[in-house]
């Protein structure tokens, strides 16, 4: 398998988006920086409240937490106040995880995402660090949000892209072992399945001792390739769906027409609204 496949992903990004290669300082977020002792470096964290918020002081709200925040948060943050404002979503506090610069993102997210150490046969040097973001992640940066905000802390969500879709089922592996419940719903769009052969395979097993409920929403682009990206997503969606476990609502979907960069928006908001419909 050739990696080269994944490079120009980023450079799309670069080019098409460089309104939001900084943080936004046009929006009414809220912003702060928060230095991680998991993985030794600082994080740019991104929040935007629902507009009820200040006028619903008793109230307490669900959490959605990106990665790839320094493209995700502009992207979403927005999509979602007017979801809200139409009723085609509930309010939600909306946290983006990120760095310093887009620059950045585009070379540390291969730090921070991946777990295990990566094989030669991945053709790309990652170190596995994702065990370090993941307990930054869970155990510095929610007790930092439930402490300054009103947030629900039984109805969280994770969501990714790419990388950050393989982080988001590798959370949701690691929270399965350790039997907490972090986050209630996993949002993957596109993830890199073929990491490290195929590491993630093992994940509906390690859910059947699950004792939390849970949902999973998993996406991939039609137009992607078919041999690295939409069959190791109809596996894994095949291997969940033989196996019978214990409060996990789990959707899967292959989104017609769309290409690897195309998926992630869709796949965030039906995520949200096909997830939350049964909870």
Not at 144 to 171: M, N, P
Not at 185 to 213: C, H, M, R, V
Not at 244 to 256: A, P
């Amino acid at each position: 398998m050739s990696f080269q496949r994944f490079i120009p992903i980023w450079t799309i990004i670069l080019l098409t988006a460089c309104s939001a290669t900084e943080k936004n300082n046009d929006r009414d977020d809220l912003h702060f920086t928060q230095y991680s002792e998991s993985v030794k470096d600082t994080f740019y964290i991104d929040i935007q409240l629902p507009k009820e918020y200040k006028e619903n002081p008793d109230k307490k709200y669900p959490t959605l937490v990106f990665v790839d925040g320094n493209f995700y948060f502009p992207v979403m943050a927005p999509i979602f106040h007017q979801y809200e404002n139409t009723g085609l979503l509930e309010p939600f506090i909306v946290v983006g995880v990120g760095y310093n610069s887009m620059k950045t993102m585009d070379s540390l997210r291969v730090r921070d995402y991946l777990f295990p150490k990566a094989l030669l046969s991945d053709e790309l040097k990652a170190d596995g660090g994702g065990q370090n973001f993941y307990n930054y992640i869970t155990q510095e940066l929610l007790p930092k949000i439930d402490s300054e905000f009103r947030t629900d802390q039984a109805d969280r969500t994770l969501l990714g892209h790419s990388f950050g879709g393989y982080f988001v089922l590798f959370s949701l592996l690691k929270q399965s072992a350790k039997q907490t419940n972090d986050f209630k719903y996993f949002i993957s769009a596109s993830p890199t399945l073929w990491y490290n052969g195929f590491f993630l395979d093992k994940l509906p097993e390690q859910l059947l001792t699950n004792e939390n409920k849970l949902g999973v929403y998993l996406s991939v682009g039609a137009l992607e390739d078919s041999t690295w990206a939409v069959d190791p997503v109809k596996k894994l969606t095949q291997e969940f769906q033989n196996k019978e476990i214990r409060g996990l609502d789990f959707k899967s979907r292959i989104f017609n027409h769309l290409d690897h960069m195309d998926v992630s928006i869709l796949t965030f908001t039906k995520g949200l609204q096909e997830l939350r419909a049964g909870k």
